[in-house]
């Protein structure tokens, strides 16, 4: 007869068990500004003397660029995968798609606009020319676009560090993966462990940031001095301001004009979720509490839950305006501007490229990375000037991102006809206001999806 035993104190089935104490991301916020804080005071100090130092932040952004391709690979393709998904929930979906398109096109042309009227870059192009800065060797091409796309093999335009060859073969599988229907279910899950460990990687070299920080900002103050200072901070402001127009304007004009709502009533009732996206810099934090607060508003649960979680995949506006400021701003630093035909030709990849970048810290940086070693591989060692100042930008980012999903769930919710606007008023009037303690028994996961079945077969009836 044998009897159970609990396993010893400091077994291995213990530790196991024993659930492992996360890090909280605040630190790293700190580190960075710390680190950015003592860079300038060493630039400012030893002047020319520190200019080597900028050999940190190139290094940094080399482990960045080490991501690129994976990330890429495993955000279009799974990217891809909840296109089809999201199209097979009918009206709702297709809607719910092209809108996302539109207002990501509109946000990076925006940030093309923006990028083109102030150039708070060129005060920093004197320093950028005599950082030690190292152009990348890049693979010798044919000079044709078309055949240079195409890799040598198909593991090998995943391998060979060109980015636009990575965007092709990731097209070519998560379309390949579409049309197996539901036998491509295994490979997408293959895929999504897949992309848990390429962003795991990430997070840790993110840990480096503070360092990667200190080395890139001594080294431009360093040969700048407080110009360099000066053209930062004005970068980090104008972004400020567009994405707060962008809130206001664009996103408030279309609310208003489609529903007739305020955006500040909108902003009042989630201020809370504001409050935490500023504290984690991630707009991936506040998602629970925006389906069941938009619920709540009125807006019915399918369309809810179609439109969010999609929504934080492929409607990223901050992100969006982002990546095309930051890139006309290294361009300008480092003392040649992207041509007009270079940044339509970025806009066309940053569409596609900055899908699945919402929520991941260091994505943001890989994907602008890509942007540039895409098309200007001599522009990617300039990621270094941002790498100081892109956490004072990560609250922007993703206060921008929420503000988007947030009015992009009133407008497609309305031309559904599936926003109850009486049950808005009561809510926006304090009548009916939001009770925190019961949101996760009345809106669990296992209702969303019942929900959302429920509406795909309706739809496929009618």
Known sequence: MSTATNPPKGSGAAVADKPRKKISTHWLYIAVIVAVVAGIAVGLIFGKSAAGLSVIGTAFVNLIKMMIAPIIFCTIVLGIGSVRKASQVGKVGGIALLYFVVMSTFALGLGLLVGNLVHPGDSLQAAASTASYTVPETAAGSGNFFLDIIPHSLLGGLTEGNVLQALFVALLVGFAVQALGSKGEPILNAITHFQRLVFKILAGIMWLAPIGAFGAIAGVVGNAGWAAIGALSLFVAVFYATCLAFIVLILGGLLKVTTGLSIFSLLKYLRQEYLLIVATSSSETALPRLIAKMEHLGVSKPVVGIVVPTGYSFNLDGTAMYLTMASLFIGN??????????????????????????????????????????????????????????????????????????????????????????????????????????????????????????????????
């Open 333 to 462: 630093a480092m003392g040649t501007p992207l041509t007009w035909s270079e940044q339509l030709s970025l806009l066309l990849f940053m569409i596609i490229a900055s899908k699945g970048a919402a929520g991941v810290t260091g994505a943001g940086l890989a994907t602008l990375g890509g942007g540039l070693a895409s098309h200007r591989p001599d522009l990617v060692p300039g990621v270094g000037l941002i790498v100081a100042v892109d956490r004072f930008m990560s609250e922007a980012r993703a206060l921008t991102n929420f503000s988007g999903n947030a009015v992009a769930t009133l407008v497609i919710g309305h031309w559904t006809k599936e926003v109850d606007y009486d049950q808005t008023k009561r809510v926006f009037t304090n009548e009916d206001p939001f009770d925190d303690t019961d949101m996760l028994d009345e809106h669990s996961a296992a209702e969303h999806r019942a929900d959302v079945n429920s509406y795909k077969t309706k739809e496929l009836t009618h």
